[in-house]
């Protein structure tokens, strides 16, 4: 028996289709733009071209309708476009979960990667479809898009995990992820 006194949400099926990157019923949505990722991107100068030149859609977040509270597990699909910023593959925000709990991404269309760091060693996990990354509580995560179309992801966490998009913008993520020969290449995130 539930311990809830009134359940958040029924029990529900959430229909995931996979070609169109969707969720059905869908909850809240989100978009970023380049505006948004303000002080991400090591070079500031075509940071603000970019946004000048159009403000571009960097990622989009399609959510189920599962709420973001304790003991619940909502759903989301991420979808980042494929670009560069001066050389800097498109990515999302970034973030710690304050409640430091664990999170698993299933990696659904296009060529992309998990970016972890928890403050002083930095990991790499490759995302294509069929791929499950883990992200072990404690560790801030930032989705790549490392290829020239887009990439989608299904995620799925703790909903009282929280999200800290300021931990990132404090303590970097160890490493940045630039367009090289072979997709990727990794430079040093204060230095590079």
């Not at 380049?34 to 000048?52: C, I, N, T, Y």
């Not at 709420?67 to 050389?87: F, V, W």
């Not at 998990?114 to 499950?132: H, K, Q, S, Y």
């Not at 992801?153 to 970097?172: I, S």
């Amino acid at each position: 028996m539930s311990q809830y006194h009134a359940l958040p949400v029924p029990p529900m099926s959430i229909r995931f289709d996979q070609s169109a990157g969707t969720l059905s019923p869908e909850g809240p949505t989100l978009t970023r733009r380049m505006s948004d990722l303000e002080g991400l991107f090591r070079d500031h100068a075509a940071w603000q071209k970019a946004v000048a030149d159009g403000d571009p859609v960097v990622y989009s977040v399609i959510s189920s309708p599962v709420p973001e509270i304790d003991r619940e597990l909502p759903q989301s699909i991420t979808t980042i476009q494929p670009g560069t910023t001066a050389g800097e593959l498109w990515m999302t925000k970034g973030h710690q979960h304050p409640n430091h709990q664990g999170e698993i991404y299933l990696g659904i269309s296009g060529r992309g990667g998990l970016l972890m760091f928890d403050g002083t060693e930095t990991r790499w996990v490759e995302m294509t479809p069929g791929t499950i990354g883990y992200m072990p509580p404690g560790w801030a995560h930032r989705s790549v898009n490392i290829g020239d179309e887009p990439y989608s992801f299904l995620a799925v966490y703790p909903g009282g995990a929280g999200h800290d998009y300021g931990w990132v913008l404090e303590h970097g993520m160890g490493l940045r992820a630039l367009s090289g020969t072979d997709g990727v290449e990794f430079v040093d995130y204060v230095e590079g």
